[in-house]
């Protein structure tokens, strides 16, 4: 018992426990110490020499550190990204797409091997995995994922080269609906469909890539369809509770009912949503609405007014009519019966009444200007007007664009007559004063009688192009232009209604050269304008027609009044026009 004693105390309280546990174990106490004692010396060791390895790998790798089988161990972070950088530059990837492979340079094909992210999975280790000798093992072990940067557009663009596209949509399950009620509802089963395009194959191709596969195969991306024959089966009761409904229209006491009859030609089931649903063929619908015109018809009643001279004298309102809107009624209706509604109210559109224009006119110059800007308006072409009343009641005229220039086709040849009169009246030039398509008596009648151009540009040529365009102008024609020889004529209206009843009332020519003038005029062989809306009365006019011009001037001699009148059109379709306006004109001097 003294020994004992004596052993107890002859070890410290931690060499006590260390008996303890040398007698559990069945060991010498010896033994267990110096064990102990050289675990101390090995975590010592390996505390100071991870926490050298610490120190020396804050700049730099952990040994044995690898990264898609290259050793990148124990190297200065800038400069393992370096060679991250240069080794990942030659990288091919291979694609295997329908039996056929490409290699493309993965650079080139929009992959980036992120050098910094990658080496931060490295240098950025957590917990046990900080320790240096505990990341070389697991180096040894496992090597490092890289990171990769794809752009999926420049991958796909470079496949697209090696890829013929392939889509052929999934098909849903669908119901075949029978008009006969007797039969059943049979079901289409839906079948898969796949897809293979450059952005699939590119999609693919990345996810292979993230996994460290440069040589993927790529197949068709298979394409489920949304709803499957079971879906269907499910939903049969709902469509054949829908085979023995009925849809009511009804308004404004008025009721159109939809029987199953009807409505089952037009059932359709609606998979667009997260659920199934019975809806109609919208176009269907509509179809069957428009053979029910007089279904919600009440007609308009038209609005009548009275204008004179342009200005509302008088007027009767009418009332708005209404018609069934076939379309929206039909989208309305759909909606309605979707959500279980079979009472809709038909969209009515609103029928505006017609507007009914009396149009009256004055006996006087508004009344007279009115008629002509209307039928203008209303018809087709561009008009410069003139009328003036030389011997009537009520010295009426009107002046319609008349300012404005156009081309004159022939009627110039009225200038140039009354310039070769007036050099007959001061003696210098007789009839039979010789000229070089003729006497001038001869190219007097061909160029009015039957518009002949060569004796008009001889004529004007012997006048003298300056010494004429400044008689004219004297004369008071100033927005006229005659001086070039061959090519187009220009002047107004005005200036040629101002020529006219200049004539007539002998202000440029004595009475028997304006006599002699009128006489060729009444006889000229083109009738089909003024003088063919003048109801068989005397005209003397000069035509012009060239391009798409039709011209006319002259003077009417009418039953109750003789007026001027100059129809100058662009575009207006030839004679008729001209010929029309006329006839208005004259029942306006004539009323």
């Known amino acids: 018992m003294q020994t004992l004693q004596h052993s107890r105390n002859h070890y410290p309280y931690s060499t006590s426990v260390l008996v303890g546990i040398s007698n559990w174990l069945e060991l010498h106490p010896t033994a267990v110490v110096r064990s102990f004692q050289g675990c101390l010396v090995v975590l010592a060791s390996f505390t100071i020499l991870n926490t050298g390895l610490f120190t020396l790998q804050k700049t730099r790798t952990p040994m044995f550190t690898k990264v898609n089988g290259n050793s990148y161990s ?5 400069s393992a990204k370096q060679n991250l950088k240069a080794d990942f530059s030659k990288v091919e990837l291979t694609v295997k797409i329908d039996d056929k492979s490409t290699s493309l340079n993965a650079v080139k094909a929009g992959i980036e091997l992120d050098a910094d992210k990658t080496l931060n999975e490295i240098t950025n280790k957590k917990g046990w995995q900080r320790i240096p000798l505990i990341a070389a093992i697991n180096n040894l072990l496992i090597g490092i994922k890289p990171v990769y940067n794809i752009d999926n557009e420049v991958l796909a663009a470079k496949l697209s080269a090696s890829i013929t596209p ?21 079901i289409k089963p839906a079948e898969n469909g796949h897809e293979l395009t450059a952005e699939t194959a590119a999609e693919q191709v990345a996810g292979a890539i993230n996994n460290s596969n440069f040589a993927p195969v790529i197949t068709a991306k298979t394409l489920s369809p949304k709803w499957t024959k079971l879906d269907l089966e ?5 469509i054949n509770a829908a085979r023995q409904t009925s849809l009511t229209l009804e308004a404004d006491g008025q009721k159109l009912v939809l029987t199953p009859q009807i409505l089952v030609p037009m059932l359709r089931v609606n998979s667009d949503g997260d659920a199934l649903k019975m809806t109609l063929d919208t176009v269907v619908l509509k179809a069957y609405l428009d053979t029910q015109p007089n279904l919600f018809y009440s007609a308009p009643v038209a609005t ?28 309305a209706a759909t909606k309605a019966f979707e959500n279980g509604v079979l009472n809709v109210v038909p969209a009515l559109a609103t029928l505006t009444p017609e507007v009914l224009v009396t149009k009256t006119y004055s006996n006087t110059n508004d009344g007279l200007y009115r008629i002509i800007d209307d039928f203008a308006k209303s018809h087709a072409g561009v008009y410069r007007v003139a009328a003036v009343e030389l011997n009537g009641p009520g010295d009426r005229s009107a002046f319609y ?19 070769v009169l007036q050099k007959i009246e001061q003696g210098a030039w007789t009839m039979n004063t010789a000229t070089a398509s003729g006497s001038v008596g001869d190219c007097m009648y061909r160029m009015i009688h039957i518009s002949d151009n060569d004796c008009a540009a001889t004529l004007q040529k012997q006048l003298g192009y300056n010494e004429f365009a400044a008689q004219m102008k004297r004369d008071g024609f100033t927005s006229t232009n005659l001086l070039n020889s061959t090519g187009d004529k220009h002047s107004t209206a005005r200036d040629e209604m101002t020529l006219v009843t200049k004539l007539y009332n002998h202000e440029l020519l004595n009475a028997a050269s304006t006599d002699y003038l009128f006489g060729l005029m009444e006889n000229q062989i083109y009738r089909s304008g003024i003088p063919a809306g003048s109801n068989g009365s005397v ?26 009148l100059v129809i100058m059109t662009d575009g207006a379709g030839g004679w008729n026009n001209v010929k029309l306006l006329s006839q208005q004109i004259y029942d306006f001097y004539n009323q």
């Open 74 to 78: 124990n190297m200065p972070i800038e």
């Open 166 to 186: 392939k889509v052929v949509p999934a098909k849903d399950a669908s119901a075949v609906i029978p008009t006969d009620a007797t039969k059943e509802v049979t």
């Open 234 to 238: 499910k939903f049969t009761p709902a």
């Open 304 to 331: 009548k007014t009275v204008q004179q001279d342009g200005k509302e004298i008088a007027r009767t309102e009418g009332t708005t009519g209404k018609q069934l809107d076939t379309a929206a009624t039909a989208v």
């Open 401 to 419: 664009n008349a300012d404005t220039q156009m081309i004159t086709a022939s009627t110039y040849k009225l200038f140039v007559a009354y310039g």
């Open 539 to 564: 005209v003397a006019d000069k035509v012009g027609f060239l391009y798409a011009l039709n011209h006319d001037v002259g003077v009417v001699y009418s039953p109750k009044s003789t007026y001027a």
